[in-house]
């Protein structure tokens, strides 16, 4: 039986389905080959469509396209070709996608939007012969709901100046100042530009070379308001993956809270506070939720601003043992702007539509402190795709034990997850959760610095075979981490530690089904 990975790129023709004993149920994961970036996230006449970083030869990064795929629901999707393969202008890097609703652009035809999608090339020559400018950004529009793209004849829309890292354009339309707006990485800052028609471009601000991480490049941007819950007040946010110097290694998104006019993002005073002297407000504290941007256009009547990040990591992503194909995305998230005494911040829950993947539930008895259950069995069967939430409660004056939840196989491999109200801290330990060793970056016992109001906290998380969603008290804070057990984790055991479980549930989770 095949179980190895294969770093060198070439899977074998045929595999049968044991030798892909990672793939998940619920999750987004290219049919076979590399796939990183989600990219041209958009919503258009009922279908969401899912762009990412493919290379279609090889289960490693090489030059890359954009594979495409759409879904109706957020959770059945459906792969279709290539959307945009390389040209002489380069390889497709990572960008957006948008609906020219007024066809400012002209690509439209019969009187429908055109999709307008905005993307990095970057250019393996120029690189090859030392240039520094060889990552520029491009455009494509397609009249046909994404099927076929055709690239724009006055590529590139906007051209390298001498810039190195030069990439990963996300647009916008600002209605105040009635224009487009596109924001994209710079090495140490992003930049902001302007234009009325997507294909001539002004460059209006930058920000952040003083702000936030600089452990690593910046790239993958997204700038997008929200309301402030319970408010009316709407603020600003700027996403921003950083590649390394994420908390706990390698890739980590970090984000901004301020005010956007039009020309130039500034933070917002409390947040501003925090983030001075390289410090770091983070969107997900786990190792494996990297670039994650947001859907555009997602309808009115809707409103929500829907997340999905790449879960893995620039540190071993090339490595994971899987055989077919390589990485999965998160799920789809709603991110939701709360006021915290420490400023504003993001709060993420999986779409409502996860919820159509439960199967059946089970409840969770209270448990004593100091106590263990097995709840191996408690939805009736073996399922690996599972959604489990337990309220815990604690002693102020005795911050003691840590307590959570293991999951675990007959091989003696474990994933442990949960709190540790001594150190204030949130950890998921994959470090004996089977395959570790294919990359010494990989075993890792991961921490988030985390102070519930109360002396009580809510694990709510998402399993799906090799990965784990762990949203804290309504998505106050999350954590992503992959892992791979030899033999799928079956068990699952419930401690207490220093706490009290009040209550709590186990769900099995199934693909419901659909289109
Ligand atoms: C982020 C990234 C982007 C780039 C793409 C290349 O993971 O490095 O900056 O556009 O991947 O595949």
Not at 62 to 69: I, K, V
Not at 312 to 336: F, G, K, Q
Request: glycine share 10%.
């Amino acid at each position: 039986m095949l179980l190895q990975g294969c770093p060198s790129g070439t899977p074998p023709e045929t595999v049968d389905a044991a030798a892909e004993p990672h793939r998940p149920v619920f999750h987004f994961t290219p049919e076979k080959m590399w796939m990183n970036d989600p990219n041209g996230m958009v919503y258009f006449e009922g279908e969401y469509h899912l762009f990412y970083q493919y290379y279609p030869d090889s289960t490693v990064w090489g030059p890359m396209h954009w594979g495409h795929a759409v879904s109706a629901d957020l959770l059945h999707w459906q792969h279709l070709p290539v959307a945009l393969y390389p040209d002489s202008l380069g390889l497709i890097f990572s960008g957006s996608a948008v609906v020219d609703w007024n066809n400012t652009s002209g690509f439209g035809e019969n009187g429908r939007p055109p999709l307008v999608a905005i993307f990095t090339q970057h250019s393996m020559e120029g690189e090859k012969a030392g240039r520094v400018d060889f990552q520029n950004q491009s455009i494509a529009y397609s009249n046909d709901k994404g099927r076929h793209w055709t690239k724009y004849s006055g590529n590139p829309v906007i051209p390298n100046p001498g810039i190195r890292d030069f990439r990963d354009p996300k647009v916008i339309w600002h209605e105040a100042s009635k224009q487009w707006v596109m924001v994209f990485a710079a090495q140490n800052h992003v930049q902001i530009w302007g234009s009325p028609d997507l294909k001539n471009w002004k460059h209006l601000s930058d920000f952040g070379r003083e702000w936030g991480s600089h452990g690593g490049v910046w790239e993958c941007p997204d700038l997008f308001p929200l309301t402030v819950e319970g408010s009316a007040e709407q603020k600003w946010v700027l996403l921003l993956s950083i590649n390394p110097g994420a908390p706990n290694g390698g890739s980590g998104t970090q984000y901004f809270t301020g005010q956007f006019d039009g020309r130039q993002f500034t933070l917002d005073e409390r947040f501003a506070a925090g983030v001075r002297n390289e410090q770091a407000v983070w969107l997900d504290y786990g190792r494996d939720n990297y670039a994650g941007v947001t859907w555009s256009d997602i309808p009115e009547d809707d409103g929500r601003r829907i997340f999905l990040g790449w879960m893995s990591n620039w540190d071993y992503a090339r490595d994971v043992p899987t055989v077919l194909w390589r990485s999965a995305m998160t799920l789809p998230r709603v991110l939701r702007l709360r006021d915290t005494p420490a400023g504003p911040r993001l709060y993420a829950a999986p779409v409502a539509e996860t919820e159509l993947l439960r199967a059946k539930t089970a409840a969770i008895k209270p448990l004593a402190s100091g106590n263990e259950a097995d709840l191996s069995a408690i939805t009736g069967n073996a399922v690996v795709c599972k959604e489990i939430a337990v309220d815990f409660e604690w002693n102020a004056d005795t911050p003691g034990a840590a307590f959570g939840l293991e999951l675990f196989n007959g091989k003696g491999e474990r994933l442990t997850f949960g709190y540790d109200p001594a150190a204030r801290q949130l950890f998921i330990d994959r470090r004996q959760s089977g395959k570790v060793a294919f990359s010494p970056k990989f075993p890792s016992r991961d921490t988030a610095p985390y102070q519930p109001a109360e002396n009580r906290l809510r694990l709510h998380a998402f399993i799906d075979r090799a990965s784990i969603e762990l949203f804290v008290d309504d998505g106050a804070c999350v954590m992503t981490d992959i892992f791979f057990p030899t033999e799928d984790f079956t068990g699952l055991r419930l401690f207490s530690g220093s706490a009290g479980v009040v209550s709590g549930n186990v769900r099995e989770l199934k693909m419901p089904s659909g289109n």
